[in-house]
Structures are given as C-alpha cells and as structure tokens.
T-cell receptor, first 111, second 114 residues
Framework: DAKTTQPTSMDCAEGRAANLPCNHS???????VYWYRQIHSQGPQYIIH???NNETNEMASLIITEDRKSSTLILPHATLRDTAVYYC????????????FGKGTRLSVIA | EPEVTQTPSHQVTQMGQEVILRCVPI?????FYWYRQILGQKVEFLVS????????KSEIFDDQFSVERPDGSNFTLKIRSTKLEDSAMYFC????????????FGPGTRLTVT
C-alpha cells in the first residue's frame, strides 16, 4: 500500500502557483520523496525527487519539512497543460524497489 | 530527448490467447519495469528486471506472465493465456541506475481482452 496521503482533488487558476501537499509520516531514513504525474491515460511522468533538502528543477519545486513527514510540490505558474493526477511516492533509491502508486491528487487548472 | 517506446499502442485479443507487449527502453538504462493500470484504478507494479533476470515481482505477476530481454534492446511482457481481467494499460519503464528519478515511463499499450 502507498505510504502517502494526498488530497483527492484540487483546483488552481491558470498562471497561479499550484501547491500540492503530501503526508508521509512513516517515511524511513533512506526513503526519498518522488513526485510523478499522469496526464489523462498517458504514462506517468517523473517530476522531481528529494531526500531532505528542498529541490528545484525546470518543472517544479519540492519542499520537504524538516521532520520529513510531509512535503509540498509547487508548480510556480500552472498552465492548462498541468491538469493531471499528481502522485507523491516514498521509496528507497534502489533500482529494484518498485514505485507504489496511490490514488494521487487530481489537479484541475482552470482558465 | 530519449524516450521509452511501446508497441503496439492498442492490442485486442480473445480470452485464452497469448499476447506479447513490446518495449524499447532508453538505451543506457539498466533497470526495466512493467506496470499496469486497470481503467479507473491505480497504477500497479508488476515486475522489475535487472542484469537479465527478474529482481522483484508483485502478486499480480503470476505464472501466466513472463518477461524477457531477447536482444539487448527490446524488453517484452508475455501473457500466456489472457483473461478478461487482464484488460488494462500496460506501462513499461526504465531507469539508469539506483532510483527512478531520471528514468521514464513509456506511453503504454492498451490491452483489451474480449
């Protein structure tokens, strides 16, 4: 079972920042926080991952609390194309360890 | 940008038939995976493959399923005798090493069993 809790759905106005929360209170010391998204029925798309420091790339920023029990994915300027289901996943960084997907958050970006 | 490709995009088969789903992972990746997603449900892990052998598999991946990397570029999933409940999107994924950050999923094959 997924070790994360996310809101079922969220709305965001186009051009505004989308902040997607995730709780992972049982995260282990060696587990990373990964974020993926799935647009309609396409394959999941990797967004970002981190261990304990905040991370930023061209798609998003990841803010992880100091106790690592929760995190927030930030899309700084949401567009209509960001409408998708966003998955927060905790996972040890071993190639053999599968990703365990929960139900994610359905983000709707509204014009 | 390199990407994972999958063929066919849609496969229709009759119950009891064998199907082979094909994937071409990103060329320098070392870990390969199959996931599936039944319509309206979560993405579920099936199997991971490394160094020419299965490294981990889920309860879903029973004796009806097998994987192979026959020629160093393709990665296949075979379902020996399909059932109606095998109807789903099947996603192949690959990653370069530890972790899937930096890895990628393919666009999926929609399998319909009639």
């Amino acid at each position: 079972d997924a070790k994360t809790t996310q809101p079922t759905s969220m709305d965001c106005a186009e051009g505004r920042a989308a902040n997607l929360p995730c709780n992972h209170s049982t995260i282990s010391g060696n587990e990373y926080v990964y974020w993926y998204r799935q647009i309609h029925s396409q394959g999941p798309q990797y967004i970002i991952h981190g261990l304990k420091n905040n991370e930023t790339n061209e798609m998003a920023s990841l803010i992880i609390t100091e106790d690592r029990k929760s995190s927030t994915l930030i899309l700084p300027h949401a567009t209509l194309r960001d409408t998708a289901v966003y998955y927060c996943i905790v996972r040890a960084p071993s190639g053999n360890t599968p990703l365990v997907f929960g139900k994610g958050t359905r983000l709707s970006v509204i014009a | 940008e390199p990407e994972v490709t999958q063929t066919p995009s849609h496969q229709v088969t009759q119950m009891g038939q064998e199907v082979i789903l094909r994937c071409v992972p990103i060329s320098n990746h070392l870990y390969f995976y199959w996931y599936r997603q039944i319509l309206g449900q979560k993405v579920e892990f099936l199997v991971s493959f490394y160094n020419n052998e299965i490294s981990e598999k889920s309860e879903i991946f029973d004796d009806q399923f097998s994987v192979e990397r026959p020629d160093g570029s393709n990665f296949t999933l075979k379902i020996r005798s399909t059932k109606l409940e095998d109807s789903a999107m099947y996603f192949c994924a690959s990653s370069p090493g530890q972790g899937l950050g930096g890895g990628a999923f393919g666009p999926g094959t929609r399998l319909t069993v009639t």
